[in-house]
């Protein structure tokens, strides 16, 4: 009998040290699923907060594709002002020069009957006016 008992508690040691070992098992099993669990709910969020962030970086890149546009544009409209203008300055030149030779000028009798003078007198006043124009617009 002392043969049998040491083999019913050989027996019954390894009976329950096996199931002590799958006690543990699954005890460790269960901290990976809910470890598992844990680490998914963080790639969602992680998730969300990559496509909340990739939104924003879509909206910047439209801010700034509208902004380039518009530099582009304002460069060009100042590219056109600055040609306008050299043309003004040439114009403006001719037409003092113009003018000067019109005061010396002997085909006239006197400065009120020059035709340049007067035509000088009206566009000064068109001119004017419109800056009165202009000025009252933008109040």
């Not at 924003?56 to 590219?79: C, H, P, S, W």
Request: proline share 1%; hydrophobic share 35%.
């Amino acid at each position: 009998m002392d043969i049998l008992t040491w083999i019913l508690t050989a027996f019954s040691t390894l009976t329950g040290g096996t199931a002590f070992y799958t006690f543990i098992m699954y005890r460790q099993q269960a901290k990976r699923f809910k470890t598992a669990e844990a680490f998914e709910k963080e790639v969602t969020a992680l998730k969300s907060t990559i496509e909340g962030l990739q939104k924003q970086i879509e909206f910047q890149e439209g801010r700034l594709n509208e902004m380039q546009k518009t530099l582009v544009n304002k460069d060009a409209y100042i590219g056109t002002l600055t040609a306008d203008k050299s043309v003004l300055e040439v114009k403006h030149a001719k037409n003092k020069s113009a003018i000067n030779r019109a005061y010396g000028c002997s085909f006239c009798d006197s400065a009120a009957n020059c035709p340049v003078l007067q035509q000088r007198a009206l566009n000064e006043e068109e001119y004017l006016k419109r800056i009165e124009h202009v000025a009252s617009n933008s109040k």
